[in-house]
Nanobody
Framework: QVQLVESGGGLVQPGGSLRLSCAAT????????IGWFRQAPGKEREGVSC????????SYADSVKGRFTISRDNAKNTLYLQMNSLKPEDTAVYYC????????????????WGKGTLVTVSS
């Protein structure tokens, strides 16, 4: 069964940290571009970070550069997002998604999506 399952969301104070995980079953992550998206209440879904299928290079949205780090553990077939120095504007449902043999993570072209995990940053 093909699945992506996110975990690790929760409530954190501004300046705090969280690590999100995305466990993949039914396919091998290194054949896919895989990344994180987020959607805040009342706003459009936006890309956060991506790992390319071609050379495993990483990319980040300008809003999270220097604060978030994406990584992949091929042995565990799991994707991670380490989030540091969290801000209230990071509050959103975070989704992982995968696109077969893609170089970039494009919202409209991802093959598989998880159901999301909620991150709330509030004092």
């Amino acid at each position: 069964q093909v699945q992506l399952v996110e975990s690790g969301g929760g409530l954190v104070q501004p300046g705090g940290s969280l690590r999100l995980s995305c466990a993949a079953t039914g396919f091998t992550l290194d054949d896919y571009a895989i990344g994180w998206f987020r959607q805040a209440p009342g706003k459009e879904r936006e890309g956060v970070s991506c790992i390319s299928s071609s050379d495993a290079s990483t990319s980040y949205a300008d809003s999270v550069k220097g604060r978030f780090t994406i990584s992949r553990d091929n042995a565990k077939n799991t994707l991670y997002l380490q989030m540091n120095s969290l801000k209230p504007e990071d509050t959103a449902v975070y989704y992982c998604a995968a696109s077969y043999l893609a170089i970039h993570c494009q919202d409209y072209n991802m093959h598989y999506w998880g159901k999301g995990t909620l991150v709330t940053v509030s004092s």
